[in-house]
């Protein structure tokens, strides 16, 4: 069993940046790929970043890359998302998660949820 709590998530204006953390519990966290979903109102969750267990390699969706990044501590536990150049459309409820078989764009891939952090961006 894996509990993940998110934080870091809050009020910016467009082009600023906000960091978010996810602490995960248990002795294996190093062991699950981790990544990164938002959930803007009336839509679905979409997929914005991941990052392996092992090799930490990254995968960033198009409609944040070169704005997001996704890192990550296995010594404390702990994956990141840094978001620079917020926009508006950045405006969801990110939630992070966690997967034992490895990275996945899909939601449904995923084994382990936390509880989301709001992230909104006026303009």
């Known amino acids: 069993q894996v509990q993940l709590v998110e934080s870091g998530g809050g009020l910016v204006q467009a082009g600023g940046s906000l960091r978010l953390s996810c602490a995960a519990s248990g002795r294996t966290f190093s062991s699950y790929a981790m990544g990164w979903f938002r959930q803007a109102p009336g839509k679905e969750r979409e997929f914005v970043a991941a990052?392996?267990?092992?090799?930490?390699?990254?995968y960033v969706a198009d409609s944040v890359k070169g704005r997001f990044t996704i890192s990550r501590d296995n010594a404390k536990n702990t994956v990141y998302l840094q978001m620079n150049s917020l926009k508006p459309e950045d405006t969801a409820v990110y939630y992070c998660?966690?997967?034992?078989?490895?990275?996945?764009?899909?939601?449904?891939?995923?084994?382990?949820w936390g509880q989301g952090t709001q992230v909104t961006v006026s303009s």
């Open positions: 990052i392996s267990g092992s090799s930490g390699g990254t």
């Open positions: 998660a966690a997967a034992l078989r490895g990275v996945a764009g899909t939601p449904s891939l995923y084994d382990y």
